[in-house]
T-cell receptor, first 113, second 111 residues
Framework: AQSVTQLGSHVSVSEGALVLLRCNYS??????LFWYVQYPNQGLQLLLKYTSAATLVKGINGFEAEFKKSETSFHLTKPSAHMSDAAEYFCAVSDPRTDKLIFGTGTRLQVFP | DAGVIQSPRHEVTEMGQEVTLRCKPISGHDYLFWYRQTMMRGLELLIY????????DSGMPEDRFSAKMPNASFSTLKIQPSEPRDSAVYFCASSLKAKLFFGSGTQLSVL
């Protein structure tokens, strides 16, 4: 069975500050891991994915995430927050043998001027 | 490609009525997923198909829910009869090689 846990349902940062959104996973097989972003009244959009290649993955909009097997973590970071980053972010895990994604409960990011 | 297309965008119905949600996946994608999103439960996977065949429907909440995929370009999610607690946003997604693309969702309100 697979699952993800996102620590913190809400994160607030100032514009220009570091963004850190936490995700821990549980998987019985080497997982694929994903971060998705959801803007209001829209579907989810893929930010980045880890599929057992490089452990540091770079995504769109300046986001990146590092796969740490020893910590079972896949935290999302961005060095400098922008107002347009305000959205809900979802971490997800899948079994590489299927495309089935299991999502975390999401973290709402607020960015203050 | 136009992406994953869902219809209707909004649906308001009365309790007891049948509701049908529609999805057109991206051409060439071999997986199709139906998710439900609510404030209380977040994103729940209801059912998914691989090459039009249902693989896992363990997330379907009750027998009132059913899903079909008669061909590679079309899927439906049906709720009969609908209940107020079914009110949610229903997303369809399709994927190829572990990359999911989501539709814009159907906002369902059951009064």
């Amino acid at each position: 069975a697979q699952s993800v846990t996102q620590l913190g349902s809400h994160v607030s940062v100032s514009e220009g500050a570091l963004v850190l959104l936490r995700c821990n996973y549980s998987s019985s097989v080497p997982p694929y891991l994903f971060w998705y972003v959801q803007y209001p009244n829209q579907g989810l959009q893929l930010l980045l994915k880890y599929t057992s290649a490089a452990t540091l993955v770079k995504g769109i909009n300046g986001f990146e995430a590092e796969f740490k097997k020893s910590e079972t973590s896949f935290h999302l970071t961005k060095p400098s927050a922008h107002m347009s980053d305000a959205a809900e972010y979802f971490c997800a895990v899948s079994d590489p043998r299927t495309d089935k994604l299991i999502f975390g409960t999401g973290t709402r990011l607020q960015v203050f001027p | 490609d136009a992406g994953v297309i869902q219809s209707p965008r909004h649906e308001v119905t009365e309790m007891g009525q049948e509701v049908t949600l529609r999805c057109k996946p991206i051409s060439g994608h071999d997986y199709l997923f139906w998710y439900r999103q609510t404030m209380m439960r977040g994103l729940e996977l209801l059912i998914y198909f691989n090459n039009n065949v249902p693989i896992d429907d363990s997330g379907m909440p009750e027998d009132r829910f059913s899903a079909k995929m008669p061909n590679a370009s079309f899927s439906t999610l049906k709720i009969q009869p609908s209940e107020p607690r079914d009110s949610a946003v229903y997303f369809c997604a399709s994927s190829l090689k572990a990359k999911l693309f989501f539709g814009s969702g159907t906002q369902l309100s059951v009064l």
